[in-house]
T-cell receptor
């Protein structure tokens, strides 16, 4: 499976600021996604990161709050904007190959908003 | 959208016994069903998956069964070991969009 890295691994931010999370894959992948895992909860899909075009957001998530970029097939960023304590979560990127369908997760970014 | 329900939320078993986790899904178009194991502080790891054209799949001590008519699938872990202690998530997706809808998770504790 692909090797997936995320930066930063964790961060503490003040409310009202923004955090940009990077996801890097060691091989070209068709599909990249961003998920949120709130403390003690399951995973919720935020959006599909589309290469060279606007991301596709799930219900309840908007581009102004979670802007996403995907300039190529190995890299994506998620920005969490105008932070509030409710944004404290783990944010995970995942990758999938269209042919194999199996999806693998990055190590996650643990965000705490004060 | 897809709704995946998972039971039980917690499961405690004696080492060597079996553990069974059950999930139901709502979208009849879902045809891919992975299971992930998440240890504390770590990323979810894919442990087994099944597609709708298969009724059962086994990998050593882990097996998954799928009943498409009833829209439910189950994870079976036999001869449990302390290292099986983790949170397990079931998920479902359609093959044309790969978007995973997750169950709420099951915390499995294997007692030595």
């Amino acid at each position: 499976s692909a090797v997936i890295s995320q930066k930063p691994s964790r961060d503490i931010c003040q409310r009202g600021t923004s955090l940009t999370i990077q996801c890097q894959v060691d091989s070209q992948v068709t599909m990249m996604f961003w998920y949120r895992q709130q403390p003690g909860q399951s995973l919720t899909l935020i959006a599909t990161a589309n290469q060279g075009s606007e991301a596709t957001y799930e219900s309840g998530f908007v581009i102004d709050k979670f802007p996403i970029s995907r300039p190529n097939l190995t890299f994506s960023t998620l920005t969490v904007s105008n932070l509030s304590p409710e944004d404290s979560s783990i944010y995970l990127c995942s990758v999938a190959d269209r042919a194999k369908e199996t999806q693998y997760f990055g190590p996650g970014t643990r965000l705490l908003v004060l | 959208g897809e709704n995946v329900e998972q039971h039980p939320s917690t499961l405690s078993v004696q080492e060597g016994d079996s553990a069974v986790i059950k999930c139901t899904y709502s979208d009849s178009a879902s045809n891919y069903f992975p299971w992930y194991k998440q240890e504390l502080g770590k990323r979810p790891q894919l442990i087994i998956d099944i597609r709708s054209n298969v009724g059962e799949k086994k990998d050593q001590r882990i097996a998954v069964t799928l009943n498409k008519t009833a829209k439910h699938f189950s994870l079976h872990i036999t001869e449990t070991q302390p290292e099986d202690s983790a949170v397990y998530f079931c998920a479902a997706s359609r093959s044309n969009d790969y978007k995973l809808s997750f169950g709420a998770g099951t915390t499995v504790t294997v007692r030595a």
